[in-house]
Nanobody, 125 residues
């Protein structure tokens, strides 16, 4: 089991950018597909982005395509979420996730083996 710690959240104006980082501890980080979920006030937890073990494949929810980029650096045991052109609708707690074994990219909650604690992103307008 891996432990995940997010950082990089904060307050930004609409149209601005932010980069989230997720540091993983534990064995075999490169064996895990990784991803990001978010939960806005009064909303259900939502899939945002996922990346395969080697970083060769990515997937995004439609609302962030073209604006967000997920990446990973396996040598640093870190996954990133670069967020550009932020909207107030992006305001949420963002969670880093690691997939269960045999899941290439975690896109639903049933495929997640570990959750980070979350980092708050607030976009003002």
């Amino acid at each position: 089991q891996v432990q995940l710690a997010e950082s990089g959240g904060g307050l930004v104006q609409a149209g601005g950018s932010l980069r989230l980082s997720c540091a993983a501890s534990g064995r075999a980080f490169s064996s895990y597909g990784m991803g990001w979920f978010r939960q806005a006030p009064g909303k259900e937890r939502e899939f945002v982005a996922a990346i395969s073990r080697s970083g060769g494949s990515t997937r995004y929810t439609d609302s962030v395509k073209g604006r967000f980029t997920i990446s990973r650096d396996n040598a640093k045991n870190t996954v990133y979420l670069q967020m550009n052109s932020l909207n107030p609708e992006d305001t949420a707690v963002y969670y880093c996730v690691a997939a269960r074994a045999w899941v290439t990219m975690p896109t639903n909650q049933g495929e997640i083996g570990a959750w980070g604690q979350g980092t708050q992103v607030t976009v003002s307008s």
